[in-house]
């Protein structure tokens, strides 16, 4: 469109900046389509670090070079050179009469009065079509002098503006008031509305934050609330069900016991009846010869004799004293007994309770039989125990404060829960324990250590077991930490002399195997001290082991970039895990209840997840990234009881915690600097208690599995340089082993 033809629908506020209200200074134009002068859309990115149109409210984020690059609206730069040439050179007069011009006809370049001039200008045929431009009335002398004069002094403009009465003021009034020019006056506003502005986008950004943080926390509180619920609901219909079989079983026992009991007093039932049907005949009888004997007279017919002899003959027969205590009767019997449950934990594994039988019935039924004895425990039995301590049970060592377990195992036919014991020291004080039941007739009793001292008793049900009491004595450590380091482990090796120690492993034999990224696995006993060298025939580099419950051993080969089973003797029986999928393999884990083999994959980002049967991959954990659930060269895994994998995530300064699907559930330990926090963690382990042992930065520490800091187990000036794998001693006093990579030597600790 020509400027000519533009003119015809312009208006004057279509020349006007909307940010600054005034006419367009190098007018640029947004992706928006949306112009505004130059300098307005600087101030606004300088103050904001963007922009957002006044007009539609795009945002834009705009650089010092996006600015330069910005387009010139040509169509209103053209506009603004016309109108500022047509107003500066306006007449005073109309180009037809004396009256002042309003308007400006770019064709015939002459200036017409609003009057009968443009009238007839619009209404000859020739000229009706030109364009007009409405000339600023503002401007013009004389026009505007109610807006632009002095209220006061009609001869004055006003050109100031006076911050105590809040209006504009002439030169006149600037001797009576404190007044500022007008363009100070305009610039002021323009800032204060900038500063205003930019306040308004900061709480902007605020609530929208908040808002943004509230929503996924609502989130994902009702994803928390529809959980615990559906788990209640779960639980509840486990409980129910585990009731309704417990009853079951409980109402059988009570049946059976009823059953065999009620088959023995109807026996009794049964022979008592025989004996009185014959005592009812040897009655008969008597009384026949009774009667006999008072018609007949025998003692007159000499037949008496013949009668006695018969009566003898009865007696002997029926009337016999055996025969007697045959009826001797107990005034025992079965009574069955209703034992409830007591706690929550015997609740879930017994349903409502046990069923029992207490005392004995006796009754000798006759002259050869036996003394029987009827005990019905269907589910529970008190019999006698013999307790003894589990071989390397005797006598044990604790720290102070350290939970411990002791084993005692007893005869096969014992209740597991009839074994009770005490802890006390030599001022009688005694410490609270839990005795669990194991498989096999054996028992673990838990103890906190804070005290030392002997176990005086262990007991069965309301009676001393057999050999009770047993003791052994608990000793306190005072020693803590650091036990014992290792000289370099260079000193034994043959091949890649220069790599450090990676990881450390504790085999079957109680020793500990020490592993470098070389073929060279080295063995040291539990006191430090170098045992021998084992060398793998391959040309490998191993990385870190696992060992498996029947004595193989798996290792990640650094070089060949998979997962190895051998024997005790790393010779090599299986080489198929993750040939061609894994880039850097680095902590195993195995959880045999469904065969899986868990591999942190350093350059893969992730846990690879393979069946250690075969070696087929089954899936993996995690994927690149920072946010939860992802993960940075991971480093080592380990599992929970409850088969949850627990992953150093070493790019990222975390431990991370999955089900066994995969699925994130928290962040165990997290990045930082101060003890509970960590830095770059290279392994993990857990122990008997379920605690994990993590080395990370210079630090070896211990959390549970929930997370809960429980303490360093080193001090500062123990030497610790960038600590790789570590494993646990299990046989008290605990210990914990860990390859010192940075220093390229093994340190042992208490903890």
Known sequence: MSISKALQFIDKKDLECAICLSRFHQPKTLKCMHTYCQQCIKKCVEAHGKIKCPTCGQEHDLTKQDLNKLPSNTLISDLLHYVVKTEDQKPTKCCFCDNQPSYHCSICQLYLCDGNCIKQHKALPSTKDHPLYTLDMKEQDGSSENETKCPADRNTTLEFYCSTCNKSACTKCKQQHKVITMSTARDQFNKDVTDVVKQAHEIEIKLTEKLQFIA?????????????RKDIENHEKNLIKTVQEKSKELVSDLEEIYRESKEEIDYQIEDIDSKLTEVNNLKASINTMLIKATINKPEEQDSLGSYWANVKTVRDDFLQEDFNSSFTFSKSSVTPNFIPSTCIKVFTKEGIGRVSTVNRMTCKVAKSCEEIAISKDRVSTVNRMTCKFAKGHEEIAVTKGQSFVVKVSDSEDSDAHQLAATLKNSSDEESATKVEYQVGGEYKIRDQGNVKGEWQTVTGGTAHAKGSPVSTQVKTL??????????????????????????????????????????????????????????????????????????????SDFSKKCVVMCDDQFKEIRHLFGKGVLKDPCGLAVNMENSA?????????????????????MSKLGSEGNKEGHLQKPTDVTLTKENYVVVADYGNHRIQMFDANGNWMRIIADCGKKN?????????????????????????QLFDKNGVFIKRIDHEDDGLKFPYGVTIIPKSPRKVVVANHGANNVKIFYY
């Open 676 to 700: 509970g926090q960590i830095l770059s963690p290279c392994g993990l382990t857990m122990d008997m208690n379920e605690n994990i042992i993590i080395s990370s930065n210079n630090k070896l």
């Open 597 to 617: 083999l868990y591999v942190a994959d350093f350059k893969a980002h992730c846990v690879f997840k393979f069946n250690v049967d075969d070696g087929t991959l």
């Open 478 to 555: 005072k020693k803590m930490g650091l036990v014992k380091t290792t000289c370099n482990i260079s000193k034994y090796k043959e091949h890649n002399k220069t790599r450090e120690v990676t990881d450390v492993l504790l085999d079957r034999d109680g020793c500990i195997l020490v592993s470098s990224l070389s073929k060279d696995i080295l063995k040291f006993n539990q006191q430090g001290s170098f045992v021998a060298k084992i060398q793998v025939a391959q040309d490998v580099k191993v990385n870190s082991m696992y060992q498996l419950g029947d004595g193989h051993i798996l290792y």
């Open 216 to 228: 996924k926390y609502k989130s994902e509180f009702d994803s928390q609330f529809k959980l615990c």
